[in-house]
């Protein structure tokens, strides 16, 4: 696993920003987006204090009445906790990402050894919420057994998501790598956010684009290392790290396939990629 992290974040930096990004980034930026991090998590907090006295009414005429009324209430309520737990999960996985994305680039400003990175601490303690909740589409065509990442969708994510992957079937490679791109935005720390960059690595493959394509396989994988498109995520970034010339990279991002998947289709795929680039 600590040989795979090196390999992947090597990688990353093989695989450079756009000018504009290298040019701006700063030591002083990262240290400000930690900050609108940490603001986040105290207006959380604040969100947990009460502000008044209660609003719920339970009254009735008969006890019949009082019984509905507190029915009502309780999934009233149970629904407001269901939307803010909801919310939270969002919010500490997209955190979560944000850190680890912010931890990578400070050890790079500052010249430290990358290889010594360890796992992300979750943000705010505990563990990230477990898979579950709406099902991720087919990807290529193959069903992903009905997990995702964790937590339902929000109105029209998936009307979104669908309808970029119906122009990447289409054929229109550059409208749906944008409109990958777009969601990703518009839907942060989403459960199809591995399957929605997945998805946008093979418009930009289509596109030519082989370099970008290998960034949105890695940030697929990174996105959910255990998750349905792992496995196809982690395939598509070894082929094409070998087919940018990254041959070393791209034989042990190939070689775990079967290590971390073992029996899945993607297996063989990647025994006849690492033999055709020569991988002892």
Known sequence: MK?????????AMLLPLPLAAQDQKTLADIRQELTVLHVEIQRLKREMSTTGAPSADVSGDTVLDRVAAIESELQRLTLQ?????HRIDRIVA???????DLEFRLVELEGGDL???????TLGGGEL???GGAAVPAIGGEATGGES???ELAIGEQADFDAAEQLLADGAFQDAAEKFAAFNQSYPGSPLAPAAEFSRGKALDGLGDTREAARAYLAAFTGNAAGPVAPKALFELGAALGRLGQTDQACVTLSEVGVRFPGVAQEAEAAA???KLGCS
């Open 3 to 11: 040989r795979l992290r090196t390999v992947l974040l090597a990688s």
């Open 81 to 85: 906790t269901e939307e803010m737990n």
């Open 94 to 100: 997209d955190g979560t990402n944000r850190i680890g």
């Open 115 to 121: 290889g010594a990175l360890k796992e992300t601490t």
């Open 129 to 131: 919420p477990a898979s």
């Open 149 to 151: 990442a964790g937590g």
């Open 273 to 275: 990629e690492m033999a």
